[in-house]
């Protein structure tokens, strides 16, 4: 082998081997571009989540407070219904110590 073929090699060589780092650097300049994407796109999505589940809790906070709101207004219309009927027994109650007055004074 002469010398020239073997620098003619070499100089092939070192070609392509500059051929494969460019190739490598913009593999890897797709590469980050692509994972910078990605992440925007997990930040995104999880934004998303994060607006997601506020407004859930939004909405358990709004579910508990009606329904608060249902026992509330239940337990007030008990309560009103029971003095209702304590009200009609007293009454009742007046109306016999009035008829017993009537009957003790005019009777």
Do not use: P, Y
């Not at 890897?28 to 994972?35: D, G, L, N, R, S």
């Not at 997601?52 to 007030?76: K, P, T």
């Not at 009103?80 to 016999?96: A, F, H, Y």
């Amino acid at each position: 082998m002469s010398a020239a073929w073997v620098g003619n090699m070499d100089k092939g060589v070192m070609v392509r081997l500059a051929e494969v780092e460019d190739a490598a650097a913009v593999l890897v300049e797709k590469a980050q571009e692509q994972a910078q994407r990605m992440c925007e796109s997990a930040e995104a999505a999880g934004e998303t989540l994060v607006k997601e589940a506020e407004g859930s809790v939004v909405e358990a906070q709004e579910q508990a407070w009606h329904e608060a709101c249902a026992r509330i207004d239940a337990q007030r219309r008990e309560a009103c219904g029971q003095l209702e009927r304590e009200l009609s027994v007293l009454e009742e109650d007046v109306e016999r110590f009035e008829a017993f007055l009537d009957g003790f004074f005019f009777g």
